[in-house]
C-alpha cells in the first residue's frame, strides 16, 4: 500500500486585524438613487509564520467590528493554506448574525487576505494558484455620474478612450429615480458624440427607472448604440429584469448586490441577465466568486466582475466565462492611495503581475495613516 502523501498546511493563522479607511472624493458623486461624498475601505491583515496577507473590501466600518467579534477567532489557529476551511468556518461563524450584507463583505475581506498570504508563502501570484486562462483581462472604463457637469464627462471619456485605449465605457443614468428622462438621453448622446462610434457605450440605471420605463428608454437610445443596460430596474425584482432583458436590444446586466450563491442562482435561473456581474468584495470573497462563475457557467452565461478592479483580475484571469471587469474610476484612484503595485490598464486591459506574489499589493504605511479612521 502507498504510503498516504502528508497534505501541506503551511504555518497557522496567528492573528487577524482589521483597519478602516476613509477617502474623501474630489466632490461629491451621484448615480440615479445615491450619492456619496467619501470612500470607505476596510483592510485585512492575516498573519502566519512572519508573512502577512491583506485583503480589502469596499463596506462600511462595521465590517472591521464582525472581523474582531465573529471572523478572526473561527480563522486563527488555521493552517494557513487551508483557503476553503476557512472560508466554511467564516461563513459558519456568521449564522445568527446573518450571512448577506455586511457580514458577507467582512468574509470577502479575509477571504482575500488569506489567498493573498498563500501566495506570499508560495512565492506565487494568485493567478498562478487559480491557473490563469489569460493574461490579459478586457476592462471598461466606469464613471460618468449624473452629477458631473457635461464638460467633465466629456474630459473623462476622452482620457478612457484617448489616452487609456478603453474601446468600453459606462455611464450612470436613471437621474433622480428615473424622474429626469430627458436628461438621461442627453448625456448618452453627448457619451456618443464624445467616444465616436469605434467604441462601445454601456449605461447603468442602478434600479431607478420601472419596468416599462426602462423598456422605452431603451427603444429611445436604440440609435446610440448602447450595447449594456445594467440594472435597469432594481435587481430585487427578477422577473421586471426577465421582462425587460426579453424586450430591449442591450444585454441586461445585474448581480452586483448579490452576497451569496443561492442569489446567484436565483438570478441566472430566472432568466433576469444576459451577463451576471458579481462583486468580489461583497460576495464573501474569491472563494464564492469562483462559485458565481460556475453557476453562470452552467447557465450558459458570462460574468462581469462589478468595480474593485485590482481584486477581480486574478480571479477573471482563471474563469472561461469572463467577459470584462468594471475599471470604476473611485476606486482606482482608492487603490492608488492606499497601495502599492496596483495594476494600470493598457489598451483595455488589466494583467496581473506574475512577479508579485499574492495579489500584488503592498499597503503604503505611511501614506496611508492620515487616511485611517480606525
Known amino acids: 500500500m502507498r504510503a498516504e502523501r502528508e497534505r501541506p498546511t503551511g504555518p497557522p493563522v496567528e492573528r487577524v486585524t482589521a483597519s478602516v479607511y476613509r477617502i474623501p472624493l474630489e466632490e461629491?458623486?451621484?448615480?440615479?438613487?445615491?450619492?456619496?461624498?467619501?470612500?470607505?475601505?476596510?483592510?485585512?491583515?492575516?498573519?502566519?509564520?512572519?508573512t502577512a496577507g491583506i485583503g480589502y473590501t469596499f463596506?462600511?466600518?462595521?465590517?472591521?467590528?464582525?472581523?474582531?467579534?465573529?471572523?478572526?477567532?473561527?480563522?486563527?489557529g488555521r493552517p494557513a493554506l487551508d483557503t476553503p476551511g476557512a472560508w466554511r468556518a467564516m461563513v459558519d461563524a456568521v449564522r445568527n448574525a446573518g450571512r448577506p450584507g455586511i457580514a458577507s463583505m467582512a468574509i470577502a475581506a479575509v477571504d482575500i487576505a488569506l489567498w493573498d498570504l498563500k501566495g506570499r508563502l508560495l512565492g506565487r501570484s494568485v493567478s498562478d494558484l487559480l491557473g490563469a486562462v489569460r493574461h490579459e483581462v478586457p476592462v471598461y472604463g466606469s464613471g460618468g455620474f449624473v452629477s458631473m457637469t457635461d464638460e467633465a464627462l466629456v474630459r473623462q471619456l476622452r482620457n478612457w478612450v484617448e489616452v487609456q485605449g478603453f474601446s468600453s465605457v459606462k455611464i450612470k443614468i436613471g437621474e433622480g429615480w428615473g424622474s429626469?428622462?430627458?436628461?438621461?438621453?442627453e448625456r448618452i448622446e453627448i457619451a456618443r458624440?464624445?467616444?465616436g462610434e469605434g467604441t462601445s457605450l454601456f449605461v447603468d440605471a442602478n434600479g431607478g427607472y420601472t419596468r416599462k420605463q426602462a423598456i422605452r428608454m431603451a427603444r429611445s437610445f436604440r440609435d446610440l448604440g448602447v450595447a449594456w443596460?445594467?440594472?435597469p430596474v432594481s435587481s430585487d425584482d427578477l422577473d421586471g429584469l426577465r421582462k425587460v432583458a426579453e424586450a430591449v436590444e442591450p444585454d441586461?446586466?445585474?448581480?452586483?448586490?448579490?452576497?451569496?450563491?443561492?442569489y446567484f442562482e436565483r438570478m441566472c435561473a430566472a432568466g433576469a441577465v444576459d451577463c451576471l456581474q458579481a462583486d468580489i468584495t461583497?460576495?464573501?470573497?474569491?472563494?464564492?466568486?469562483?462559485?458565481?462563475?460556475?453557476?453562470?457557467?452552467?447557465?450558459?452565461?458570462?460574468?462581469?466582475?462589478?468595480?474593485?478592479?485590482s481584486l477581480h483580475v486574478h480571479a477573471a484571469a482563471a474563469v472561461p466565462n469572463l467577459r470584462h471587469l468594471e475599471y470604476f474610476a473611485d476606486h482606482a484612484r482608492a487603490e492608488r492611495l492606499l497601495f502599492d503595485g496596483v495594476p494600470e490598464p493598457r489598451e483595455g486591459?488589466?494583467?496581473?503581475?506574475?512577479?508579485?506574489?499574492?495579489?500584488?499589493?503592498?499597503?503604503?504605511?505611511?501614506?496611508?495613516?492620515?487616511?485611517?479612521?480606525?
Do not use: M, N
Not at 30 to 47: I, K, L, M, P, S
Not at 180 to 185: A, G, I, K, S, T
Not at 252 to 262: I, K, P, Q, S
Open 282 to 309: 461583497r460576495c464573501a470573497g474569491i472563494t464564492e466568486w469562483l462559485r458565481a462563475a460556475g453557476v453562470a457557467a452552467a447557465q450558459g452565461l458570462q460574468i462581469s466582475g462589478h468595480t474593485a478592479q
Open 28 to 50: 461629491p458623486e451621484a448615480d440615479g438613487t445615491f450619492r456619496w461624498d467619501a470612500t470607505t475601505v476596510v483592510t485585512v491583515e492575516v498573519t502566519a509564520g512572519g
Open 180 to 185: 429626469c428622462e430627458q436628461r438621461d438621453l
Open 252 to 262: 441586461v446586466a445585474a448581480g452586483e448586490y448579490g452576497y451569496d450563491l443561492v
Open 193 to 195: 458624440r464624445t467616444i
Open 229 to 231: 443596460f445594467e440594472e
Open 349 to 374: 486591459t488589466l494583467s496581473p503581475d506574475p512577479s508579485r506574489p499574492g495579489i500584488g499589493l503592498d499597503l503604503k504605511r505611511s501614506a496611508s495613516q492620515d487616511l485611517r479612521v480606525a
Open 59 to 76: 463596506g462600511p466600518s462595521a465590517c472591521a467590528a464582525v472581523i474582531g467579534d465573529l471572523l478572526s477567532d473561527a480563522v486563527a
